[in-house]
């Protein structure tokens, strides 16, 4: 019987956003604690039994690399936290902020098999750490870390930000071992300086164009590359 990863889409949100009062957020007060955003991704860890989720593979929009690479840590102890993001708190960087997961090497395994299955390389990443894309909405959904976690990183160029998706939804998983898969980014429309350098209209313009661009990839079922 062919059956598909049970794949999420999530936007993460500002930063650490979802771990600071309203208070003292700034331009991201609506993403905090208690907020809609927040409590969502809260009810994820409640709504899918755990007997569901042997490992979660997620793949974040902040790792590119020149061919796609998957964390290949031994699982002895949890791979380290690189904090990508600047200008926040003391409290939301280590010590403080953590979330210590392992990893499981039989299913980076499986998904390196995969690609490779589709004639896509995969390479094994024995050092990297999870990104904020990774640990902030896993720590929201599942603050214990109670699973193990694979990060697949994107490509560079081309077609790369579309082949997790086919991989997440096209293979099969014929040893009967559930995985749930992630696909992790701010928002859907993301920039690497302030948005108060763009008027609000243009704002609107972009985000509503990647809207229209980004829903019909969700929603339908990839072809086969």
């Given at each position: 019987m062919v059956t598909r990863l049970p794949t999420l889409f999530l936007s993460h949100g500002g930063g650490p956003a979802f771990f600071m009062d309203p208070r003292s957020a700034g331009p991201f007060a609506q993403m905090g604690k208690g907020s809609p955003a927040c409590q969502f991704f809260?009810?994820?860890?409640?709504?899918?039994?755990?007997?569901?989720?042997?490992a979660i593979l997620i793949v974040s929009a902040h790792w590119e690399e020149t061919e796609f690479t998957v964390t290949y840590h031994d699982g002895s102890q949890p791979p380290p936290l690189t904090y990508d993001y600047y200008g926040f708190p003391t409290e939301m960087y280590a010590p403080h902020m953590v979330y210590p997961a392992r990893t499981d090497l039989k299913v980076a395994d499986r998904v390196i098999e995969l690609l490779g299955t589709a004639g896509i390389p995969c390479r094994k990443d024995r050092k990297r750490g999870f990104d904020h894309g990774v640990f902030i909405p896993l720590k929201a959904s599942f603050e214990d870390a109670r699973f193990p976690v694979i990060q697949l990183s994107l490509k560079t160029g081309g077609d790369g930000d579309v082949v997790?998706?086919?991989?997440?939804?096209?293979?099969?998983?014929?040893?009967?071992?559930?995985?749930?898969?992630?696909?992790?980014?701010?928002?859907?429309?993301?920039?690497?300086?302030?948005?108060?350098?763009?008027?609000?209209?243009?704002?609107?313009?972009?985000?509503?164009?990647?809207?229209?661009?980004?829903?019909?990839?969700?929603?339908?079922?990839?072809?086969v590359y």
């Open positions: 809260a009810s994820l860890g409640r709504m899918i039994p755990d007997e569901q989720i042997r997790p998706t086919y991989l997440i939804n096209t293979h099969t998983q014929p040893c009967n071992t559930p995985c749930h898969a992630f696909l992790s980014h701010a928002t859907p429309i993301s920039t690497s300086y302030p948005t108060s350098a763009i008027d609000t209209s243009t704002q609107a313009w972009m985000s509503h164009l990647m809207y229209v661009w980004v829903r019909p990839c969700l929603l339908c079922v990839p072809r």
